[in-house]
């Protein structure tokens, strides 16, 4: 049997990509020793798969667990995962210069894949996109059972394909996509648009509407429709922008909605929220998606909103709240050029400024 390794123990990777690996041995590194012990000691944990209307069972029993990295011989696997958060994929442990299989960031940022080859000096490095919602918890009954339970969506995984990986290895994963970079960079821009966009939109709506899951922000018609509205601005000006097949990204976008509101996921609006500075970030995918928009001649009547919604997520035990907390007394114009790069005379901080003035109100009046 062949051996994977997955760093990371947060939602996708304890979450999905077990579900990809039945033909495997796979071992956990994760820095949190608390996590990595606790599951150790019981043997595992439980992931739950949503089809959207039921919940499958997997019962993930690694061989091995830990928060340390010298415990592991990196030489041992054929395959291994990296998903650790954007901002974490160069705090990783030296022993990861020392791994020579292929290895796949997941990290919802193909420049994560560049970061990781020139912090540890390794070349077989490449980019993955899981098409998937991944909750960090469970539904309340199954957390009494499992305090590490989770729960998943029956999503897709998509890996560049790259002549370092052998057929052997595809074999033992038949439920991998393998793409060319021209047709994974399709799958990232649709993700990242059409569905990262949106999604967290609704968190950071449903945060300031007192939600905890996002299904209950999707359950309320005004971040409905707010949601709606972001996707079809996005959808048009990924027409109007790029060469994309128009059924690809019309099929990717009438999913969406359905996806965010699933029941089944217990997906915490704290987890598709978190960080908003680096979602706010021009390379990330608020103020990307606004430059998206203006370059495409598309009015950002829904996407401002939505970049409003996240300039005001004040959750105290988030990595960003301190910056955001100031954001009154420091100036929105000084807070646009020195969290996020933005030039005070630029169009994207003149949008900005202009929706933040009126949002809180707006906010106020439609989530009443």
């Known amino acids: 049997m062949a051996n994977a390794l ?4 947060g939602a996708i990777g304890r979450g999905f990509v077990p579900w990809i ?8 590194y994760d820095a949190s020793r608390d996590l990595a012990a606790g599951i150790s000691a ?17 019962r993930v029993r690694p061989r091995k667990v830990t928060a340390d990295f010298g415990e ?17 994929v160069e705090r990783l442990p030296a022993g990861v210069s020392r791994i020579a299989c292929p290895i796949y960031s997941l990290e919802n940022d193909p420049i994560t894949v560049d970061r990781i080859k020139r912090s540890y000096g390794i070349e077989a490095v490449y ?22 339970a989770i729960h998943t969506e029956n999503g897709v995984m998509y890996l560049q394909h790259s002549d370092r990986v052998s057929d052997s290895l595809k074999a033992a994963l038949p439920d991998v996509k393998w793409l060319p970079v021209e047709r994974l960079n399709q799958e990232w821009d649709a ?7 949106p999604h967290c939109i609704a968190a950071y709506l449903g945060f300031m509407a007192g939600c905890t899951y996002l299904h209950e922000a999707l359950a309320m018609p005004e971040i409905r429709r707010v949601v709606n509205g972001v996707i079809e601005e996005l959808l048009y000006a990924l027409k109007v922008t790029t060469h994309y097949d128009h059924h690809f990204i019309e099929s990717y976008a009438e999913k969406e909605v359905r996806r965010f509101s699933n029941r089944l996921l217990f997906d915490p609006v704290s987890r598709v929220a978190r960080e908003p500075i ?11 998606a606004l430059r998206l928009l203006l370059s495409s001649g598309v009015r950002p009547v829904y996407l401002t909103i939505g970049i409003g919604a996240a300039l005001h997520y004040m959750a105290k035990d988030d990595k960003d709240f301190h910056q955001l907390s100031h954001l009154d007394e420091f100036g929105l114009p000084a807070f646009l050029k020195y969290h996020l790069s933005l030039r005070p005379d630029s169009l ?19 989530l009443a």
């Open 42 to 58: 019981q043997g595992g944990y439980s992931s739950y798969m949503s089809d959207g209307e039921s919940l499958s069972h997997m």
């Open 127 to 148: 980019f993955g996109v899981p098409d998937v919602i991944t909750s960090s918890t469970a539904a309340p009954e199954n957390l009494a059972k499992d305090r590490f």
């Open 348 to 366: 994207e901080s003149r949008y900005i400024e202009k929706s933040f003035a009126g949002v809180s109100a707006y906010l106020r009046r439609e």
């Open 278 to 288: 680096r979602k706010l970030h021009p390379s990330g995918r608020l103020t990307g």
């Open 72 to 88: 592991l011989n990196p030489a041992d696997y054929d395959i291994v995962f990296i998903s650790v958060g954007p901002r974490n």
């Open 21 to 28: 690996l039945p033909n495997f041995d796979v071992d956990f």
């Open 191 to 197: 993700k990242l648009y059409i569905h990262n966009t």
């Open 6 to 9: 997955i760093i990371g123990c």
